[in-house]
């Protein structure tokens, strides 16, 4: 008999147990026994096998409906310790566990595949890919499960916040999980039609100072003041603070990191030092204006997954136990053109970095130029000359010289 371990790592995304489900109810109508790893490779990476659970149809049937994960979920990284690494290979040998399904993102991809090389032929394994922040190595237009619902829910806040601006006539900064990605950022600002929307793939790599940073946003305030709506929302995506100069961080304490050695990004104080410095700007031009900060991302994480996450983790499911029985291992699993399409784990490593390639916001793209051009943006040209500058000079306390200046 088969036997099926499957892990959750990473945060949370509306769909995982779309996954354990589909995956647990083909492997069993297989004839293959199911083990769930409560909490990842935590307890494994201790050498604790009693921390799972026997899976079987009837646990499992309506789940797919429900946010969260019934396995729960970590970060417990078991690539950076050899002796974690043995310890978890050896107590999923111990649990008779002979096909593994990972279900997570970049860095559970990459302690899958790491736990695949070190087991050897006693192991298959395929990875499920997870995120809300859409950055794995997929193919273009293939997102990965638990975006699409996050993005609609994203989206969801930013619509109500957008109303709470125009009534009380104020200004929000919110803050957008996504992590070094801004596909999260960027599409739910462009759903909702929020005023601007800043991604750190706009800077191409580029190092950026918190005083241009919130250059843009002040620029965004003046110039939509000046067309007749002094209020809005502007969306930041918290992978910026991946690219501001380390120089204008020299005076903020250590921010922490996780088990994987990325910043903590959730808990860098992006929007704080962007609305000081952008509130002292907009004094410079005379300009009151109330500006509240949101961060917004663990709301889109545990939310019940919509029907597209539904039917698509149903199928990615059933492809993983599918291709494991099919005695393919050692793969990612994804869906192209509505069929399975495994890719080798080879396939998805930086050879820079030797870790799962991040897959950044495609700036060259037409959606990407749509969702720039329909925002409210202050460029050089609109200082030019015309009735849109002048609104703009009557606006602020400054002179046009001064402006051009400032902007250009």
């Given at each position: 008999?088969?036997?099926?371990?499957?892990?959750?790592?990473?945060?949370?995304?509306?769909?995982?147990?779309?996954?354990?489900?589909?995956?647990?109810?083909?492997?069993?109508?297989?004839?293959?026994?199911?083990?769930?790893?409560?909490?990842?490779?935590?307890?494994?990476?201790?050498?604790?096998?009693?921390?799972?659970?026997?899976?079987?149809e009837?646990?499992?049937?309506?789940?797919?409906?429900?946010?969260?994960?019934?396995?729960?979920?970590?970060?417990?990284?078991?690539?950076?310790?050899?002796?974690?690494?043995?310890?978890?290979?050896?107590?999923?040998?111990?649990?008779?566990?002979?096909?593994?399904?990972?279900?997570?993102?970049?860095?559970?991809?990459?302690?899958?595949?790491?736990?695949?090389?070190?087991?050897?032929?006693?192991?298959?394994?395929?990875?499920?890919?997870?995120?809300?922040?859409?950055?794995?190595?997929?193919p273009?237009?293939?997102?990965?499960?638990?975006?699409?619902?996050?993005?609609?829910?994203?989206?969801g806040?930013?619509?109500?916040?957008?109303?709470?601006?125009?009534?009380?006539?104020?200004?929000?900064?919110?803050?957008?999980?996504?992590?070094?990605?801004?596909?999260?950022?960027?599409?739910?600002?462009?759903?909702?039609?929020?005023?601007?929307?800043?991604?750190?793939?706009?800077?191409?790599?580029?190092?950026?100072?918190?005083?241009?940073?919130?250059?843009?946003?002040?620029?965004?305030?003046l110039?939509?003041?000046?067309?007749?709506?002094p209020?809005?929302?502007?969306?930041?995506?918290?992978?910026?603070?991946?690219?501001?100069?380390?120089?204008?961080?020299?005076?903020?304490?250590?921010?922490?990191?996780?088990?994987?050695?990325?910043?903590?990004?959730?808990?860098?104080?992006?929007?704080?030092?962007?609305?000081e410095?952008?509130?002292?700007?907009?004094?410079?031009?005379?300009l009151?204006?109330?500006?509240?900060?949101?961060?917004?991302?663990?709301?889109?994480?545990?939310?019940?997954?919509?029907?597209?996450?539904?039917?698509?983790?149903?199928?990615?499911?059933?492809?993983?136990?599918?291709?494991?029985?099919?005695?393919?291992?050692?793969v990612?699993?994804?869906?192209?053109?509505?069929?399975?399409?495994p890719?080798p784990?080879?396939?998805?490593?930086d050879?820079?970095?030797?870790?799962?390639?991040?897959?950044?916001?495609?700036?060259s793209?037409?959606?990407?130029?749509?969702?720039?051009?329909?925002?409210?943006?202050?460029?050089?040209?609109?200082?030019?000359?015309?009735?849109?500058?002048?609104?703009?000079?009557?606006?602020?306390?400054?002179?046009?010289?001064?402006?051009?200046?400032?902007?250009?």
């Open positions: 008999m088969a036997t099926f371990g499957m892990v959750v790592g990473g945060g949370p995304a509306p769909g995982i147990n779309g996954v354990i489900s589909a995956a647990t109810i083909a492997a069993r109508r297989s004839g293959a026994r199911v083990i769930g790893c409560i909490q990842g490779f935590e307890w494994l990476m201790r050498g604790e096998v009693d921390h799972v659970v026997d899976l079987d009837a646990a499992v049937t309506r789940i797919h409906e429900l946010g969260g994960s019934i396995l729960r979920t970590s970060r417990a990284n078991p690539t950076k310790d050899p002796a974690n690494l043995d310890r978890v290979v050896d107590g999923l040998g111990r649990l008779g566990i002979d096909h593994l399904i990972s279900i997570g993102g970049d860095d559970t991809c990459f302690s899958a595949r790491t736990v695949a090389e070190a087991a050897g032929d006693r192991l298959k394994v395929v990875h499920v890919p997870k995120t809300i922040d859409n950055d794995l190595p997929l273009p237009g293939v997102p990965t499960f638990g975006f699409e619902t996050a993005r609609a829910t994203a989206s806040i930013l619509c109500t916040l957008l109303e709470d601006a125009r009534t009380s006539g104020r200004w929000f900064i919110i803050t957008m999980m996504g992590r070094n990605a801004g596909h999260l950022a960027l599409g739910a600002a462009h759903s909702a039609g929020a005023t601007l929307a800043i991604v750190a793939e706009e800077y191409a790599g580029q190092k950026l100072s918190l005083e241009s940073l919130a250059r843009r946003v002040e620029g965004t305030i110039k939509s003041t000046a067309e007749g709506r209020h809005g929302v502007i969306v930041l995506a918290e992978g910026l603070g991946e690219s501001i100069d380390p120089t204008d961080l020299a005076g903020l304490p250590d921010l922490p990191r996780d088990e994987h050695g990325h910043l903590r990004l959730a808990e860098f104080p992006l929007g704080a030092l962007v609305r410095r952008a509130q002292r700007a907009l004094g410079e031009h005379g009151k204006a109330t500006i509240v900060l949101k961060d917004v991302g663990y709301e889109c994480r545990c939310v019940s997954p919509g029907a597209f996450d539904q039917e698509y983790t149903r199928e990615l499911g059933t492809g993983a136990v599918r291709t494991l029985l099919g005695g393919v291992g050692h990612m699993i994804t869906r192209q053109n509505g069929k399975i399409v890719i784990f080879d396939e998805l490593i050879p820079k970095t030797g870790k799962t390639a991040v897959r950044m916001l495609d700036t793209t037409e959606a990407f130029a749509t969702a720039m051009r329909l925002q409210t943006r202050l460029e050089a040209g609109d200082l030019s000359s015309g009735a849109k500058a002048a609104r703009i000079f009557e606006t602020s306390a400054l002179d046009a010289a001064a402006l051009r200046a400032r902007f250009g």
